[in-house]
């Protein structure tokens, strides 16, 4: 008996010492922090904040070869805006247009990620101060609004010229241009005029007189009058019209 006690008491040492060293060990543990941290998409949809179902679209196309000019409406540059997308008002997204498949894109704040919106949900945007329909798969921008609504739509096709020059053969200046190489998107700027949800493209005058088929005349000599041509700058002379039979209707 007298010989038993130290052993005991030897075993209930290195117990102690074992359930101290274990809660050590798990206290110095990298896993508990792990768990702790937040995982990639917790973050993720954490930076997404209400916009996560925007983000959880399609990505963007990713033009994996060398092309002058931009497949963008205007520049590279993501613009902040606010999206009607799904009958749902989305503020504050970094924005930008591929003029090329008419596509409004979103870029994550924080990822590199950059999303397709699917234009079947797509009901309008803001990109700083410009305001943008989407109607028919296509992008519009609100030149001038009222009972007849004046839309730019800007695409960029992509084309092939083994004779290209920069300006005037893509219809624009790239800076970046690059001499040996023969794709690039074709810049067009088309005018349309919406009434009653039904889209009519303008090209000359004759189209958005015959909007007012009863006051051509009328709105001829108001026109003939004004300092705007329609030769130089067939917009401006679209938006005088407009606001011309606007101000004068009964």
């Known amino acids: 008996m007298v010989e038993v006690l130290p052993a005991v008491c030897l075993l209930r040492f290195f117990m102690k010492s074992f359930r101290f060293f274990f809660l050590f060990v798990v206290l110095l543990s990298p896993l508990p922090a792990a768990l702790a941290q937040p995982t990639i ?3 993720y949809a954490q930076e997404a904040g209400d916009a996560l179902m925007i983000y959880r679209g399609r990505k963007a196309i990713h033009y994996a070869f060398q092309f002058n000019g931009t497949f963008y409406w205007e520049s590279p540059q993501f ?3 606010d999206v009607v997308y799904n009958k749902k008002k989305y503020e504050g997204l970094l924005l930008n247009i591929d003029a090329n498949f008419q ?3 979103v870029k994550h704040p924080v990822s590199a990620i950059t999303v397709a919106l699917n234009s079947s949900y797509l009901t309008s945007f803001t990109m700083g101060e410009k305001r943008f329909l989407s109607l028919d798969g296509g992008i519009f921008e609100i030149i001038h609004e009222g009972p007849i609504t004046l839309l730019r739509q800007i695409t960029k096709k992509l084309m092939r010229d083994i004779h290209l020059r920069n300006g005037e053969s893509i219809g624009y200046y ?6 040996n190489v023969f794709y690039y998107f ?6 349309y005029c919406l009434k009653d949800e039904s ?3 303008v090209r000359r005058e004759k189209d958005i007189l015959n909007l007012f088929p009863d006051r051509k005349k009328e709105i001829k000599a108001f026109m003939r009058k004004s300092s705007v041509s329609r030769r ?3 917009e401006e002379y679209c938006i005088k019209v407009l606001g011309y039979a606007e101000s004068t209707l009964k």
């Open 41 to 43: 998409y917790e973050e």
């Open 79 to 81: 613009v902040a805006g």
């Open 103 to 105: 596509q409004l894109l």
């Open 174 to 179: 790239d800076p970046n241009f690059k001499e």
């Open 186 to 191: 074709k810049y067009n700027s088309t005018l």
């Open 199 to 201: 889209l009519t493209q």
């Open 232 to 234: 130089r700058n067939f």
